[in-house]
């Protein structure tokens, strides 16, 4: 499949995990990737794998949460390569687990809230700003079923995870007429570095409450989401697709 051919896409935390699952999808159907990294070694890493692989990729290291280093990388790919087709958000971080919100630290939360939140808005803003003037675009910014549904002793991921759920459905509608696509994904628990650092015991939880009873993968996520900021993805936004194994009931 080559649904990718002559595009250019940005994707935060591109550098591990599922960004980094999608954007080798979305480089293998032809696409350029450029991606956005605060971890600048692990993102040249990256980059050079998928050099290696044959792949078409570009390196911006970029702290999502910091709006002068984000609007800063966009630029840099509208320099290099003239437009942006399709944008993932995928950078984000966990924060504290298991943790009640009384001792939940409240430095934690603003860092999380930073993060997960203000990176989002900071991402599909700019995305945004490119886009409109050529009338077309794919954006796909990861929540967490965390955001649906709340994970007790995660107040701040399963918060900020939430905020990521009205942004999709608010800017969604915001650019319904403009040939451009805002839709979030809500995954389960998947295999990634992320929950490498998790409490075996909000882990066992979270895989408990997932009916098909094991973890999903990267594939898994890449597979959905290239379709979504893809050009076959034409009549659906400010739509937060599932991906949880039969755990979300809406
Ligand atoms: N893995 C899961 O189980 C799971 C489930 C639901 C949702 N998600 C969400 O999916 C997204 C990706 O998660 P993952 O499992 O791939 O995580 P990961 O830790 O494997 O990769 C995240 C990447 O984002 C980068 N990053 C983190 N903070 C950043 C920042 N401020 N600026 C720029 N880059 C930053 C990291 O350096 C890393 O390369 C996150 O938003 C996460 O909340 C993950």
């Given at each position: 499949m080559e649904r990718f051919k002559?595009?250019?896409?940005?994707?935060?935390?591109?550098?591990?995990g599922l960004g980094k699952g999608i954007a080798r999808r979305i480089a293998s159907e032809g696409g350029h990737v450029a991606l956005?990294?605060?971890?600048?070694?692990?993102?040249?890493?990256?980059?050079?794998e998928f050099r290696q692989e044959g792949l078409s990729a570009s390196a911006h290291v970029a702290d999502v949460a910091l709006e002068d280093q984000v609007q800063k990388a966009y630029q840099q790919v509208l320099k290099t390569y003239g437009k942006i087709d399709?944008?993932?958000?995928?950078?984000?971080?966990?924060?504290?687990?298991?943790t009640r919100i009384t001792e939940?630290?409240?430095?934690?939360?603003?860092?999380?809230?930073?993060?997960?939140?203000?990176?989002?808005?900071?991402?599909?803003?700019?995305?945004?700003?490119?886009?409109?003037?050529?009338g077309y675009g794919r954006i796909l910014l990861i929540a967490s079923i965390a955001g649906k549904e709340g994970n007790p002793g995660m107040a701040g991921y399963?918060?900020?995870?939430?905020?990521?759920?009205?942004?999709?459905?608010?800017?969604?509608?915001?650019?319904?007429?403009?040939?451009?696509?805002?839709?979030?994904l809500a995954p389960a628990v998947i295999k990634t570095a992320m929950n490498a650092d998790t409490h075996p015991d909000q882990l066992a939880y979270m895989t408990a409450k997932i009916p098909m009873g094991r973890?999903?993968?990267v594939e898994e996520v890449a597979a959905m989401g290239a379709w979504i900021v893809s050009p076959e993805c034409t009549f659906s936004t400010g739509f937060v697709f599932d991906l949880s194994g039969g755990r979300a009931t809406y």
């Amino acid at each position: 499949m080559e649904r990718f051919k002559g595009q250019v896409a940005v994707i935060s935390g591109g550098a591990d995990g599922l960004g980094k699952g999608i954007a080798r999808r979305i480089a293998s159907e032809g696409g350029h990737v450029a991606l956005f990294d605060r971890n600048a070694s692990l993102l040249q890493a990256t980059t050079n794998e998928f050099r290696q692989e044959g792949l078409s990729a570009s390196a911006h290291v970029a702290d999502v949460a910091l709006e002068d280093q984000v609007q800063k990388a966009y630029q840099q790919v509208l320099k290099t390569y003239g437009k942006i087709d399709a944008m993932v958000h995928a950078a984000g971080i966990v924060g504290p687990t298991s943790t009640r919100i009384t001792e939940y630290p409240t430095a934690a939360f603003d860092e999380i809230y930073a993060v997960n939140l203000r990176g989002t808005f900071l991402m599909a803003k700019f995305a945004l700003q490119a886009m409109e003037p050529a009338g077309y675009g794919r954006i796909l910014l990861i929540a967490s079923i965390a955001g649906k549904e709340g994970n007790p002793g995660m107040a701040g991921y399963s918060a900020t995870k939430g905020g990521v759920i009205g942004l999709v459905k608010g800017i969604g509608k915001e650019f319904a007429q403009s040939g451009i696509t805002v839709n979030g994904l809500a995954p389960a628990v998947i295999k990634t570095a992320m929950n490498a650092d998790t409490h075996p015991d909000q882990l066992a939880y979270m895989t408990a409450k997932i009916p098909m009873g094991r973890l999903g993968t990267v594939e898994e996520v890449a597979a959905m989401g290239a379709w979504i900021v893809s050009p076959e993805c034409t009549f659906s936004t400010g739509f937060v697709f599932d991906l949880s194994g039969g755990r979300a009931t809406y």
